[in-house]
């Protein structure tokens, strides 16, 4: 089992910047693909940005990414696997970013299966 906590979210005008935390623990974090997602009021749950884990390769050490059209350029993912927590750095905020966002961690790669996920944290951009 994994569990993970996000934190870091908050209230922000416009144009400013946050970054967001989700911390692992339980199994090897390290070996999981991560994501985040966020859901709007009235609207679904939607990708925002993806990282590849080690997937038990000792060739390989993660860290592939991808990210939805609508925070390409805007938004980073990375991870700190000594730490056992992946990042999501949102800068350039838009009022449409305001969502609660969800860390999620799987196997697989580039298309993951998400088995865990955290219980949000809310972030607010005021225009």
């Known amino acids: 089992q994994v569990q993970l906590v996000e934190s870091g979210g908050g209230l922000v005008q416009a144009g400013g910047s946050l970054r967001l935390s989700c911390a692992a623990s339980g199994r090897t974090f390290s070996y999981y693909a991560a994501g985040w997602f966020r859901q709007a009021p009235g609207k679904e749950r939607e990708f925002v940005a993806a990282?590849?884990?080690?997937?038990?390769?000792?060739?390989?050490?993660?860290?592939?990414?991808y990210y939805a059209d609508s925070v390409k350029g805007r938004f980073t993912i990375s991870r700190d696997n000594a730490k056992n927590t992946v990042y999501l750095q949102m800068s350039s905020l838009k009022p449409e970013d305001t969502a609660v966002y969800y860390c999620?961690?799987?196997?697989?790669?580039?298309?993951?299966?998400?088995?865990?996920w955290g219980q949000g944290t809310q972030v607010t951009v005021s225009s």
């Open positions: 999620a961690a799987g196997e697989g790669w580039p298309h993951v299966n998400y088995d865990y």
């Open positions: 990282i590849s884990g080690s997937g038990g390769s000792t060739y390989r050490s993660g860290g592939s990414t």
